[in-house]
């Protein structure tokens, strides 16, 4: 029997100098649910699709050719971060290497934000800008139709490739209706080789506009949602198919639409469910009906990306401040919610030295209370904001060596702070994170100071 496939999917390998420990804490530690759903596609569509979680599994470039060598397909697809790009074209030269036939396709955030950098690299046929469901789907139809000249290529939106004439971008593709796109495959991976085997995203879109973030450029302003009878039918089909009970759901914005939300709680109050999300500070004070529900239906952690510690920083990034993050805290803590993490950025256009001190010390009670609080230096990613009009933040970007583009080293300056002195300063900080772990959970927390890259979850 042959086992021979149309399409191969792969994420990126891990950079070199990060820690295989950096799988083995659980937020880092979820199926590619991106790429999953462009695999459901193409089987929904009736092509053999294998995917390879090369990030996870520790695999290395040149592994590729052996993959190939295997399962012999005629496009291999990878998705990368800006963090991974350097990762992908390794990837996509030894499979030109391997067998020049074979076309190649990268997708994913950083592909969307620069599709004309990606093509400057020969070793890449085509760029898939955005979601890629129905994108890969139409491009594998162009690909295996028996029209050699391709012309079919300029009617799929969404991507970008070379012709004789230079380089070629289609029209955007619309936000998809997310109902329609079909489950991810989870049958194409170890599931048991995650610790996230819970994760679910049941929302795409992010209506925040936040200066320091990129991840918009992919999912767009248009905030998407699964009917909340189709997410149940997800989870009970997780319970069903490999006894998970906990859930994770990893989305930038589960709780800006309380109404679906308290829809939701209602029908998991049903089940036995265990679960958590990322919540807004906003959203549970705003809507003092959301966080009760939310606990009664199984709600056990929340995440909250809290970026300062400083009342005039956050009112500027957030609209908050630290009484109403430690307040909602607090009733969290009180109404059941066992576990919290609480991220912050070093590197804000308005942070100085007392700033970051007012961070620290927030970082230090939230500690306290038993948060975890991953810390990272501002990083600008292509698509956010501060990396399209730094000079608009008094931003300075010293890099765009793309291999750079971790959470654990500063790349920019700013009006307050050098390069040289975020560097120290976030050192100092991390040293500081450090020393209220016990040693068992060091690891843990250097781990969950984003030393992977950037977070995007779907």
């Known amino acids: 029997m042959s086992n021979a496939v149309d399409v191969l999917l792969l994420t990126t390998p891990r950079a070199p100098h990060l820690s295989p420990a950096s799988v083995q ?44 060598d295997v399962l012999r397909p005629r496009i291999v697809g990878i998705s990368a971060l800006t963090s991974g790009i350097h990762m992908a074209y390794r990837l996509c030269r030894h499979v030109k290497a391997a067998a020049p036939h074979v076309h190649t396709v990268v997708g994913g955030p950083h592909g969307t934000a620069l599709p004309e950098e990606v093509l400057s690299h020969p070793e890449v046929d085509f760029v898939v800008r955005g979601e890629g469901e ?53 049958h194409l991976v170890p599931m048991a080789n995650y610790l996230q085997q819970g994760a679910i995203v049941s929302s ?48 930038d914005t589960f709780t800006c639409m309380p109404d679906r939300i308290l829809s939701l709680t209602g029908l998991l109050r049903s089940r036995d469910y265990e679960w958590s999300c990322q919540a807004t500070i906003p959203d549970l004070n705003e809507h003092p009906a959301l966080l009760p529900s939310m606990v009664e239906a199984g709600c056990r952690g929340l995440f909250f990306g809290i970026e300062s510690g400083n009342d005039e920083v956050l009112k500027k990034i957030k609209h908050m401040s630290r009484k109403k993050i430690l307040g909602t805290i607090d009733r969290a803590r009180t109404q059941g919610v066992k576990h919290f993490v609480t991220s912050f950025i070093i590197g804000h256009p308005w942070d100085t030295r007392e700033a970051i001190a007012d961070t620290l010390d927030l970082i230090l009670e939230l500690r306290a209370r038993g948060a975890h609080t991953p810390v990272s230096i501002l990083v600008p990613f292509p698509g956010s904001p501060i990396a399209k009009w730094p000079e608009k933040f008094g931003i300075t970007i010293h890099s765009v060596d793309w291999a750079d583009y971790y959470y654990n080293r500063a790349l920019i300056s700013t009006s307050n702070l050098c390069r040289e002195e975020l560097d120290e300063i976030y050192f100092s900080v991390i040293e500081s994170v450090v020393a209220t772990a016990g040693t068992a959970d060091a690891v843990g927390e250097m781990s969950r100071s984003r030393l992977g890259g950037e977070v995007v979850t779907n």
Not at 136 to 143: A, N, Q
Not at 216 to 229: A, E, G, I, L, Q
């Open 25 to 68: 804490v659980s937020e880092n530690s979820a199926p590619p649910l991106g790429l999953l759903c462009v695999a459901a596609a193409l089987e929904q569509a009736g092509f053999s699709v294998a995917v390879v979680d090369f990030y996870q599994n520790g695999h290395k470039p040149r592994d590729v050719v052996e993959l190939i």
């Open 204 to 251: 795409r879109g992010c209506t925040y506009r936040c200066w320091f973030c990129s991840s918009v450029t992919f999912n767009t302003h248009k905030y998407r949602y699964r009917s909340n009878d189709l997410v149940m039918q997800e989870m009970d089909l997780l319970r069903e198919r490999y006894g998970t009970r906990s859930f994770e759901f990893i989305e």
């Open 134 to 186: 129905q994108t890969m789907v139409e491009l594998t139809r162009v690909l295996f139709s028996r029209d050699k000249s391709k012309a079919g290529l300029f009617f799929v939106s969404g991507i970008s490739f070379r012709n004789r004439n230079g380089n070629v971008s289609t029209q955007d593709r619309a936000p998809m209706d997310f109902d329609s796109a079909p489950l991810p495959a989870r």
